[in-house]
C-alpha cells in the first residue's frame, strides 16, 4: 500500500512561486509514474503535470513554462515548482502515482490534496 502526502500549499499573491512536495511511502516500485492534478471550485479535476520514470516530464497547455516537476527518486517525493501564478491557479491539488510507467492510466493512488490559493 502507498500513501500520499502533499505539502506546500498556501495563500500567494499574482506572479508569486510556490513548491508543492508529494512525499510518498510503500514501494517505489508502485511509484513510477507520478502526477500532480488540480480541481477549482465548480469544475472538474484536470491534470497539471506527469513525470514518469526514464521519460520526459509533460504538462499541462495552461502551466507550460511556468511550473516544472521533479523527482528525488532517493527521497521518493515529487515536486511541483509553480512560478508566475495565476488567480485561475488557484485549486485543490492532489497528487498521484500508478506502478505502471506509462503517460495514460488510472492512478493507483491519491494524496489528499493541497489548497493553493493565489490572490492579491
Known amino acids: 500500500q502507498v500513501?500520499?502526502?502533499?505539502?506546500?500549499?498556501?495563500?500567494v499573491q499574482p506572479g508569486g512561486s510556490l513548491r508543492?512536495?508529494?512525499?510518498?511511502?510503500?514501494?517505489i516500485f508502485s511509484t513510477n509514474a507520478m502526477g500532480w492534478y488540480r480541481q477549482a471550485p465548480g469544475k472538474q479535476r484536470e491534470p497539471v503535470a506527469i513525470i514518469v520514470r526514464?521519460?520526459?516530464?509533460?504538462?499541462?497547455?495552461?502551466?507550460?513554462?511556468?511550473?516544472?516537476?521533479?523527482?528525488?527518486?532517493a527521497k521518493n517525493t515529487v515536486y511541483l515548482q509553480m512560478?508566475?501564478?495565476k488567480p485561475?491557479?488557484?485549486a485543490v491539488y492532489y497528487c498521484a502515482a500508478r506502478s505502471a510507467a506509462t503517460y495514460l492510466?488510472?492512478?493507483?493512488?491519491?494524496?489528499?490534496?493541497t489548497q493553493?490559493?493565489?490572490?492579491?
Not at 20 to 27: E, F, H, I, N
Not at 116 to 120: A, K, L, M, P
Request: aromatic share 8%; net charge negative.
Open 3 to 11: 500513501q500520499l502526502v502533499e505539502s506546500g500549499g498556501g495563500l
Open 20 to 27: 508543492l512536495a508529494c512525499a510518498a511511502s510503500g514501494s
Open 54 to 73: 526514464g521519460g520526459s516530464p509533460n504538462y499541462a497547455d495552461s502551466v507550460k513554462g511556468r511550473f516544472v516537476i521533479s523527482r528525488d527518486n
Open 83 to 85: 512560478n508566475s501564478l
Open 88 to 90: 485561475e491557479d488557484t
Open 105 to 113: 492510466g488510472r492512478y493507483d493512488y491519491w494524496g489528499q490534496g
Open 116 to 120: 493553493v490559493t493565489v490572490s492579491s
